[in-house]
């Protein structure tokens, strides 16, 4: 009979695998709760160890962040194809994914606290931020943006944020819905702006011309619609 012998890590193998018990625990509970005797025992290593491989929790946290932002970043790439409104209901579906998996740790991230608020996870907070505008951009077919476009954009990214954060708390209203609800929130803010700017103008009504009659923007204006009714 032979016995199991415990594997050696390397040091980046080690690190990986820190981030990612670190990820697991603070997607459970607020990374301020988390102790670094928990992130050890979790590993299976000393808590020596693991300030070998981190100075400290801050460091460890701000790996941890650099992932989730790049995994969260990653979730607003869509292909180009299809109506917009699908295309951003995807989108929403997969942002709530994120949210959903790692609920206290998104909303530690977006409320602040003396796990962050350090330049490094702004930075990286900031970064997610301006890949989702970039990534709206694209498939608006804009390179540029003008500043109504620009505001309209950000305006939504930071309504997307703050409806997650409502939803974390006692998720009373149902995800579904609320996904559906941002991507009419996006026509909603896109049209409003048009009534103040020509060029905005012509950008919904290139929004809304290959629009299906089952699609998020046609079941916006069949509400309203409705309302007006």
């Not at 609800?181 to 020509?198: G, I, K, M, N, R």
């Amino acid at each position: 009979m032979t016995t199991g012998v415990r594997r050696r890590m390397g040091v980046e193998e080690r690190r990986q695998q820190l981030i990612g018990v670190a990820l697991e625990l603070f997607s459970r509970r607020s990374p301020d709760e988390v102790s670094i005797d928990e992130i050890a025992s979790a590993a299976g290593i000393s808590r020596p160890l693991v300030y070998h491989y981190f100075p400290g929790k801050l460091s460890l946290y701000e790996a941890a962040l650099k992932r989730a932002s790049e995994d969260l970043a990653a979730r607003f790439t869509e292909p180009h194809e299809g109506p917009l409104g699908a295309r951003l209901l995807r989108v929403m579906r997969r942002f709530f994914d994120f949210v959903d998996e790692h609920g206290p740790g998104f909303a530690a991230l977006m409320r602040g606290g003396p796990a962050v608020g350090s330049s490094a996870t702004n930075a990286l907070i900031d970064s997610v931020r301006q890949v989702a505008y970039e990534q709206i951009l694209s498939h608006l077919d804009i390179t540029e943006a003008p500043p109504r476009l620009e505001l309209v954009i950000r305006s939504w990214i930071s309504l997307a944020e703050s409806t997650a954060l409502i939803w974390l708390d006692g998720r009373r209203i149902p995800r579904a819905e609320l996904e559906v609800q941002l991507v009419h929130d996006f026509a909603a803010l896109t049209a409003v702006s048009a009534a103040y700017d020509e060029e905005m103008t012509a950008l919904v009504k290139r929004m809304v011309q290959d629009e299906p009659t089952d699609g998020p923007f046609a079941d916006l204006a069949a509400r309203l619609i409705a309302l007006a009714g």
